[in-house]
């Protein structure tokens, strides 16, 4: 069986020569290690192996683990409920699944409090499958006007989107595209608290298309750590 670190350098490997392929430059794919169900000792090998990066998709995850594990950015990308907010507020980097304006005014309230900035990015569900959170590529644009309207201490800083499972991701590779106009349209525009530097695309089973289609953060956790029992 590979080790954690060998797995962590063949991901670091391939994202580069998948970015390189299409004309990117090396490093510019920031992996964030997935780490549900993971205990603080296997978190900790990946960060000895080099991650600085760590994503978990529960808020009581985050809490279970975040004294036990190295110094390190914690990303929310999973679900979140509003009435969980306060508790991860002053511990994660990124929240990657804002999805409306109420979980947004929430975050508003909590990061005042602390005198903070959150650095968020709004979940875009593409392919509009009724199992999966985040919102339509036509809402976005109204969700990010009425942050941008509302919201004092929050950067929004891109967009985050999860594809449907496929055998084949070639057939996924659209919904990928079309996450990466929206990311590219919204780029253009100049405000003080949007700052789009990340497209959060790709898990174990597809961050090589989600790359070829302009992805700069993956998001990848089983094939780091094994299949998740
Ligand atoms: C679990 C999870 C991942 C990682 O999935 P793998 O298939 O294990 O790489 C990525 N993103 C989100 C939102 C997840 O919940």
Redesign the pocket.
């Known amino acids: 069986m590979q080790t954690i670190g060998q797995n962590i350098r063949n991901i670091e490997k391939n994202k580069d020569a998948v970015a390189m392929k299409v004309g990117r430059k090396p490093g510019e794919v920031l992996l964030v290690v997935?780490t549900?169900t993971r205990n603080e000792e296997e978190i900790n090998r990946a960060i000895e192996n080099g991650i600085t990066d760590i994503?978990e998709?529960r808020v009581q995850e985050i809490l279970d683990k975040f004294d036990k594990v190295k110094p390190v950015r914690w990303h929310l990308?999973?679900h979140l409920q509003t009435n969980k907010v306060k508790y991860i507020i002053d511990k994660v980097s990124l929240i990657?699944?804002v999805d409306s304006l109420k979980l947004a005014n929430e975050i508003d309230k909590r990061a005042g409090q602390l005198g903070k900035e959150m650095d968020i990015l709004i979940q875009v569900n593409a392919a509009e499958e009724e199992s999966k959170f985040g919102i339509t590529v036509e809402e976005t644009g109204p969700l990010i006007k009425d942050i941008l309207n509302t919201c004092k201490y929050i950067r929004i800083k891109g967009l985050m989107s999860?594809a449907p499972f496929a055998e084949n991701p070639e057939d996924i590779r659209i919904y990928f595209r079309q996450v990466k106009k929206l990311y590219d349209d919204f780029s253009l525009i100049n405000h003080e608290r949007l700052d789009f530097q990340y497209l959060s695309m790709g898990?174990?089973?597809d961050y090589e298309v989600a790359i070829e289609e302009g992805s700069n953060l993956i998001?990848?956790?089983?094939?780091i750590f094994g299949p998740?029992s």
């Open positions: 997935v549900k994503g998709n990308i999973g990657h699944s999860i898990m174990s089973h998001r990848v956790g089983s094939a998740r």
